[in-house]
């Protein structure tokens, strides 16, 4: 029995590893086909040229706030976890960077997990499987609560009224939201409830969960998100779009909230951004090509950045691991 035992998990871990590898090379031919299908690059040069040395403190203002992004997603990803599994600080953002680079290529980064799991316990993964979409469901709980009463006065201030079909979009979407939010908040009391022994090992580590813990990680993700949101006025101010804030209040929660919610790849989200920065950002700027620029760098720096630095904390495990 121990020599299958041995066995089994040996296969288990080796197919882990060799599903690891297909994630990060298939994200890794993609990233290199986007860039070199990428054909705004003169126009990007150009943009750049014009920019005034005064503005670049805005650059400087977005690359300092780059690592608070990370470390806040990793706190949140920490806490989430240890339930089951104790993580150090380090061990948390090189998973959260590894799920960048192994969500590349899915559907709304669902491949995200696959990155995470690989820094956990082969014993705790099926619980980790719970706790990356627990992670990915608060930040899109965050976003849809700011987003939708900002997304219902940006249309009433664009059309002086909500229409029809965008009023029972925000309608639908925030019962769905409120749902989740309860199914959250409730989850710990099914975990300690749970008999079910075929879903046990996917919540198992819930029991332990306080109603305090998880609004402490509904506020790490908001604080996550106001991060970028800052990030992203930082981006408009440098390639010369003057935002106000109030009319910045409005325009990027509305702006994040149907770029998270509009089915896609990462890797066709620059398109995706900057289609839907310049409807949002556009609204109070004529600076068409520096609000859809924006919208582009904002993908490149706290997208593509991560994935290439959580390649190589992959590279270093993975190679530990074989």
Known sequence: M?????????????????????????????LGYKLISYDNYSTLINEWKLIPPTRF????????LLPFNWITEALKWKIIVSVTQKLSLSQAVKSVLAG????FFTPNRIGDLVG?????ESSNRKTGITLSLISSLTQNIVIALCGIPAAILFFSYKFNEVKPHLNNYFIFTSIIVLLFLM???WLP???????????????????NYSLSKSLLILFMSLLRFTIFSFQFYALLHFFGVPLLFE?????????????????????????IRGSYA?????????????????????????????????????????????
């Open 100 to 103: 960048y680079s192994t969500g």
């Open 2 to 30: 121990k020599i299958y035992n041995r066995f089994t998990y040996g296969g288990e871990k080796t197919f882990f590893v060799v599903l690891t590898w297909i994630f990060m090379v298939v994200s890794l031919l993609y």
């Open 189 to 207: 009391q099914l975990a300690k409830k749970n008999k079910i022994t075929r879903i046990n090992g996917y919540i198992k580590g819930f029991e």
């Open 116 to 120: 995470r799991l690989f820094f956990l």
């Open 57 to 64: 403190y805005w650059l400087g203002l977005l690359f300092v």
């Open 247 to 271: 009319q910045a209040f409005v325009a990027i929660p509305a702006n994040y909230l149907f770029v998270t919610f509009t089915p896609s790849f990462a890797f066709a989200e620059p398109a």
């Open 183 to 185: 199914l959250f908040l």
């Open 278 to 322: 310049v409807f949002f950002i556009g609204s109070f700027s004529a600076q068409t090509v520096g609000v859809a620029l924006a919208g582009v760098s904002i993908w490149v720096v706290n997208y593509v950045f991560p994935m290439l630095l959580g390649y190589t904390f992959l590279l270093n495990h993975s190679s530990k691991k074989l």
